[in-house]
């Protein structure tokens, strides 16, 4: 299986969970996988590609990076399947693929234009939302665009150990145990680096606005 064949479509996030909406669990569509029904695999990837985009696309705040660094993540799902182990979770496995797979890529190239973000995702840490009617106020806009540049910016210099926690945990509203078997590493290390992250990243969003003043 190529990345050709994995298909990313737009569609409403549902809650996390280990079993679809048919009830069938993730450990036995990986079963029926393994036993040689390979077309089974898009189960998988039509329940989860929307989370692993969203989470890269936060990783690396490009769009058209997101969707082949997401592609390339189940593709390296597909080849590995055989050494997932049912006693962990399925997708936090996943997006342990996705993450390092965005963290691989932004080694290669280390410069490359971001798009927007798409704000709402920002609010559990602080940064207000792009009213709807914003652009009919010219200036109102040009201000938050420059807030978005910032804040892109501060985002993407975070370390690689600081990085994956707020975008995993504060803009993707995973939890800090979840988190903690994505990174694997102990959930009191989450905890703390959840804590350098936010505040990195407040000094950073200081500091532009003091010279702003």
Same mark, same amino acid.
């Given at each position: 299986?190529? #990345?050709?064949?994995?298909?990313?479509?737009?569609?409403?996030?549902?809650?996390?969970?280990?079993?679809?909406?048919?009830?069938?669990?993730?450990?036995?569509?990986?079963?029926?996988?393994?036993?040689?029904?390979?077309?089974?695999?898009?189960?998988?990837?039509?329940?989860?590609?929307?989370?692993?985009?969203?989470?890269?696309?936060?990783?690396?705040?490009?769009?058209?990076?997101?969707?082949?660094?997401? /592609?390339?993540?189940?593709?390296?799902?597909?080849?590995?399947?055989?050494?997932?182990?049912?006693?962990?979770?399925?997708?936090?496995?996943?997006?342990?693929?996705?993450?390092?797979?965005?963290?691989?890529?932004?080694?290669?190239?280390?410069t490359r234009p971001v798009d927007s973000l798409d704000d709402h995702r920002f609010?559990?840490?602080?940064?207000?939302?792009?009213?709807?009617?914003?652009?009919?106020?010219?200036?109102?806009?040009?201000?938050?665009?420059?807030?978005?540049?910032?804040?892109?910016?501060?985002?993407?210099?975070?370390?690689?150990?600081?990085?994956?926690?707020?975008?995993?945990?504060?803009?993707?509203?995973? #939890? /800090?145990?979840?988190?903690?078997?994505?990174?694997?590493?102990?959930?009191?290390?989450?905890?703390?680096?959840?804590?350098?992250?936010?505040?990195?990243?407040?000094?950073?969003?200081?500091?532009?606005?003091?010279?702003?003043?």
């Amino acid at each position: 299986m190529d #990345s050709t064949t994995i298909a990313l479509h737009k569609r409403a996030v549902t809650p996390i969970g280990e079993r679809g909406m048919d009830g069938v669990s993730d450990q036995a569509v990986i079963d029926r996988v393994l036993a040689g029904e390979l077309d089974a695999y898009e189960i998988l990837v039509d329940k989860y590609q929307n989370r692993i985009y969203s989470a890269v696309f936060n990783y690396v705040l490009n769009r058209d990076d997101a969707v082949d660094i997401t /592609q390339e993540a189940f593709v390296r799902a597909y080849a590995k399947l055989g050494n997932f182990s049912s006693g962990s979770t399925f997708y936090t496995w996943l997006y342990r693929i996705g993450i390092n797979a965005a963290i691989d890529h932004l080694r290669k190239r280390k410069t490359r234009p971001v798009d927007s973000l798409d704000d709402h995702r920002f609010t559990e840490i602080g940064f207000e939302p792009t009213a709807p009617d914003s652009a009919s106020n010219p200036e109102r806009l040009a201000v938050r665009g420059e807030q978005a540049r910032v804040l892109r910016s501060a985002v993407l210099s975070l370390s690689e150990k600081l990085r994956p926690v707020i975008v995993l945990h504060d803009i993707e509203g995973l #939890s /800090q145990e979840e988190v903690a078997d994505i990174l694997q590493v102990p959930v009191g290390t989450v905890k703390s680096r959840v804590s350098r992250g936010r505040a990195e990243l407040r000094q950073k969003l200081s500091e532009y606005a003091g010279e702003l003043l």
